[in-house]
């Protein structure tokens, strides 16, 4: 097969996998803003959110985004290594050049904003607090979307149980959500049986725990991207040469 032969074919195999994980980030992006019952149309219905809220609430967008972009990458990938086209791998080098460059530039964002983020979540946590108290028990969508979200997570309201403390399912019952408490007993869940953490806290230890492979993965990404642009440019060499 020769090193050219060799290289065409990781190549090939390369952008394929990235066209398949672009048509499913576009998929997800798109079920995200079709489904009207996710998390982010509960958000949007929150009361007095901060204006900061709307960046989160785009991300059915940037997921739309992404994997459009990632389905041209591997387009131009796959068609510019089996066809030879030059023109097609020089595309390609300059996107991923330009993804990359974009990664590095948000990784710097974050981590000089971060005090922002937590500004944001607190101003979050405030307002969702409230809209359990308001409507939990009573509007029937705020009530099934967090017994999924607590079902799912194995968590209790936003930061405990004590969000519940006031709310009309509260009141009438004078009990907390079955979620919140160990016991499979609903009737002994009251405020000294109610010890599951929050659904925020358990978000934030999953992350937490995870940094370790979150940072791993994100660069063994960049290792990929890096390695992308040498096989493309290798190629645009090797073919211009003939």
């Not at 086209?85 to 974050?110: D, N």
Request: aromatic letters at 10%.
């Amino acid at each position: 097969m020769g090193c050219f032969g060799f290289l065409k074919v990781m190549m090939f195999a390369f952008n394929g996998i990235i066209f398949l994980a672009g048509a499913a980030i576009l998929g997800v992006g798109i079920w995200v803003k079709v489904d009207s019952g996710s998390i982010l149309g509960f958000l949007k219905g929150i009361k007095d959110a901060p204006m900061e809220l709307n960046q989160i609430l785009n991300v059915g967008y940037l997921l739309i985004a992404v994997g459009a972009v990632l389905l041209i990458i591997g387009f131009l990938g796959c068609c510019g290594a089996m066809k030879e086209s030059r023109c097609m791998l020089l595309l390609f080098f300059v996107i991923v050049l330009v993804v990359f460059i974009a990664e590095v530039a948000g990784a710097v964002v974050i981590l000089v904003f971060k005090p922002l983020a937590g500004e944001l979540i607190e101003k979050l946590g405030t307002k969702v607090v409230q809209n359990i108290k308001n409507d939990y028990g009573e509007n029937s969508d705020v009530t099934a979307l967090w017994n999924a979200t607590m079902d799912t997570l194995k968590c209790c309201g936003f930061y405990n149980y004590t969000d519940f403390t006031g709310s009309p399912f509260e009141k009438r019952t004078h009990l907390y959500p079955q979620q919140c408490c160990h016991s499979a007993v609903f009737s002994s869940c009251n405020d000294t049986s109610a010890a599951i953490t929050g659904c925020f806290p358990k978000f934030k230890q999953l992350i937490d725990e995870n940094t370790i492979v979150i940072v791993a993965v994100a660069l063994g990404i960049a290792a990929l991207e890096i390695l992308a642009m040498v096989v493309s440019m290798t190629l645009y060499c090797i073919i211009g040469s003939k």
